[in-house]
């Protein structure tokens, strides 16, 4: 039976579980009309059939310290893998947020390929799909060539071969990177001496069961408005909005968000051109303090753009992707402990992706939206906020632990009143 060595950053993230907290991302998308399930069953068959990671389950082998390994399936059967199931009455968003975070709370069959879909009928009049999958198969930019190739342009297009992404980053040489990762050594110590998060409703002992939220979608034209009268882009105003969210809530939590520190762990996009299209994890992380001390939506809009433009100048997220990848060579008690430092100095995880702008199809129906979740794996981070476009609209997806914070709706509701509050405060004449 065929087994391949997993790469040093995919064996980190594999690695990133903690016993009560799974690295799986959820994908979760939405359709005004019924989805047929064996349509979808076949297109899943036909197109995931180039991607080996769907059809291999994980190992641990070697000597003297075990290392993961991906090992063929031999005999693998896509049904274990493909769930039909129909919501339950009154088949609105709370129920489905229900259903959802039931199917995020699982764990994954160790012994199968990890990933899962359930098409979920009975959502309203249509349909939604939700796909699981480990951390270590795949990072987002990697996954979107996935949803690439399951979903059509049109009905009954096929998707073409031209690549889902612009790559954003130069195409470095491992050399480069390695002079950048150097320089950024010293970023990486002043992260580790800097005083942890305080303990707060993010932050705790972990339960085993999620709970999941998503806010009402903002139109990214709305977006780009507040931005061109503040200098900002549009992830600055989506995380501007998310923090405003989050001083809200903490607050309502009885925390002092005037004398507070909230960072977040924020993936950083290192794909090199070369490997686009590839499964696999190939970003960097950085650590984004939040302004959540600031009381003004401009004040805060303003230092988190400020904060995040020196992120972007910075070689912190290559010295982390380095140290990822110096993490995967090593033995999980020694990545445990990696983690237990970098993760004491954040509250959550946060990411943003820009999704496809135009309309896509699944077994020839309309895809109406798509979100996500990401993980927060490990011990300490008691969330994950993520925040991805599709057709000119934003959505942000809470999960959390479901002990720490047992209320995602009111983070994604206050988003929500945020975004309302910093348009209603646009000059008439831009907001006419």
Sequence with gaps: MANYAMSPVDAAWYHMDGPENLAMVTGVLLTKKPLNFERVRAVYRERLAGFDRFHQRVIEIGFPLPTPHWEDVVHFDMDQHLHHVALPAPHD?????????????????REQPLWQVHVVDKVEAGSALVMRFHHCIADGTAMLSVMHKLFDPAPGARPSTAPVLKQATAALGW????????SGAGMLIAEVLKWPDP??????????RKHVAWSKPVAIKDVKLI????????????????????????KARGIDVNHTTTRAMVPVD???PERQGQMGNEFGLVILELAVTKSRWSQRLALTKERMDALKRS????????????????????????????????????TNVAGPRNTLYLAGVAIDRMLFWVPHPGRQLGMGISIMSYRGQATLAVIADARLVPDPEAITAAFHREFDIM?????????K
């Design 175 to 182: 050399r480069e990177r390695a002079a950048l990762a150097v």
């Design 315 to 350: 070689t912190e997220p290559m010295a982390m992707r380095v140290l990822l990848d110096i993490f995967g060579r090593t033995p999980k008690a020694v990545e445990d402990v990696a983690n237990l430092v970098f993760g004491s100095k954040t509250s959550l995880v946060m």
């Design 199 to 208: 303990q707060s409703p993010l932050k705790g002992e972990f339960g085993m």
């Design 93 to 109: 968003q709370a129920a489905l947020q229900a259903l959802i975070t039931d199917i995020a709370s699982a764990p994954l069959d």
């Design 227 to 250: 931005g061109a009268q503040h200098g900002a882009k549009v992830n600055d105003v989506l995380v501007a909005a998310m923090t405003g969210a989050l001083r809200t809530y903490l």
């Design 423 to 431: 348009l209603r405060s646009l000059k008439p004449r831009q907001n």
């Design 270 to 272: 290192l794909r090199p």
